[in-house]
């Protein structure tokens, strides 16, 4: 039997259209997470550190950063967050993998630059980065990216987003020679490389050691409830697609889901996701991958995880077959377009669902009545 939660229980999301997905709260109809800020934070993901400068670091490092900028530039533009504010919440909230201090300076380099960029209208009204300076005296020329710690005195960061900037022509650096604020960004990131490389290499030697203690909490609490730990919990449950297919994510759709759990007493949950696409032709749904995972969860614990499709290439042949098409006729090859339809996600406690969320309400029976449907589709 299918217990599902009240409408100021379950969260369905709603608002995907053109493979674009929306968070939305059904009980206010309002935004679950600050959007801009989530959005943002998936451009602020730490970079791999490594003590060899790769041929392509500085073309990566500058193309995150571009689009760092805009991101900056339309809340600047927007009812959004201002660049100061958007960047503590990102950093603040969503982004992991990352000292305190390494934060720190890099939301003062982005702002930094940001406010340059700005200030030399490098922005066209759609808030789009272009190189063309339009203010100042260095107007009509192109601007300049260049490293802040060039790689050749601190090699760890010569693929961060963080340790490049744009600067006007007149500005560029001109040999070898740091001015002081370069110098003392190549000091603090120097010390920042040392001591995230040290919790690297901890964290990699100590990691079943790290899981262990990190379930202990809950194993007590476990313990302590007894026999109310059994009973199925009361949780809201929500989330949305927080990325779409890209280079940087594998060409791969990713949801986000979050469990509230707001029994007084701990549990453990099963998490199920989907993810569905859908022909240009002949509207046939089909599954784009799918995942689960157990999460234990103490009394009043929130907790968020991410969940991705399949790379979306890998379903040009089932398009093909489901619409009908010849992947060798060239005609038929434009008309094989993988879209994303959705997702559908559920959560299980000893094998009852007890909450259920979807893109759209037209999914949602794939979460429960229909489920023998959703695992019958190609």
Not at 53 to 73: N, P, S, T, Y
Not at 303 to 327: H, I, Q
Request: hydrophobic share 40%.
């Amino acid at each position: 039997m299918i217990r599902i939660l009240s409408s100021l229980q379950l969260a369905i999301l709603v608002g995907f259209a053109g493979g674009a997905f929306a968070p939305v709260d059904a009980a206010e109809g309002k935004s679950l997470i600050n959007k801009d800020a989530y959005a943002l934070a998936k451009l602020l993901k730490p970079a791999r550190l490594s003590a060899k400068v790769g041929e392509g670091d500085f073309d990566a490092a500058q193309k995150q950063l571009i689009r760092i900028l805009e991101a900056l530039e339309r809340g600047d533009r927007t009812s959004g967050p201002r660049p100061k504010d958007m960047l503590e919440l990102a950093y603040d909230h969503f982004v992991e993998g990352m000292n305190p201090q390494w934060k720190l300076q890099a939301q003062s380099a982005l702002l930094k630059t940001w406010e340059e960029a700005h200030s030399l209208g490098l922005f066209d009204v759609g808030s789009k980065f272009t190189t063309k300076i339009t203010r100042g005296p260095d107007t009509g020329k192109e601007c300049v990216f260049e490293y802040i710690a060039p790689p050749d005195q601190l090699p760890l960061f010569s693929n961060d987003y963080a340790n490049v900037r744009v600067v006007a022509p007149s500005k560029q650096r001109v040999g070898t020679e740091l001015s002081p604020y370069d110098l003392a960004a190549v000091q603090r990131l120097s010390r920042i490389g040392e001591e995230a490389l040290g919790i690297r290499l901890e964290e990699k030697q100590d990691n079943k050691e790290a899981a262990k203690a990190a379930r202990a909490p809950w194993e007590r609490e476990m313990a302590a409830a007894g026999d109310a730990a059994e009973a199925a919990p009361k949780l809201i449950f929500s989330g949305g697609i927080t990325a779409s297919p890209s280079k940087s994510n594998g060409e791969r759709y990713e949801a986000t889901l979050e469990i509230t759990n707001l029994s007084r007493h701990p549990t453990e949950v099963e998490v199920e996701c989907w993810f569905l696409g859908i022909t240009g032709e002949k509207r046939r749904r089909y599954r784009m991958g799918d995942a689960s995972r157990t999460v234990p969860l103490r009394a009043g614990e929130v907790w968020r995880g991410e969940f991705f499709s399949n790379p979306v290439n890998k379903f040009r042949g089932t398009v093909a077959m489901l619409d009908g098409l010849n992947p060798k006729n060239k005609k038929d090859k434009k008309k094989i377009v993988v879209k994303g339809r959705g997702w559908v996600a559920r959560v299980l406690h000893k094998g009852e669902v007890i909450a259920m969320a979807a893109s759209t309400n037209d999914l949602l029976p794939y979460a429960g009545e229909e489920f023998e449907a959703l695992k019958a589709l190609p």
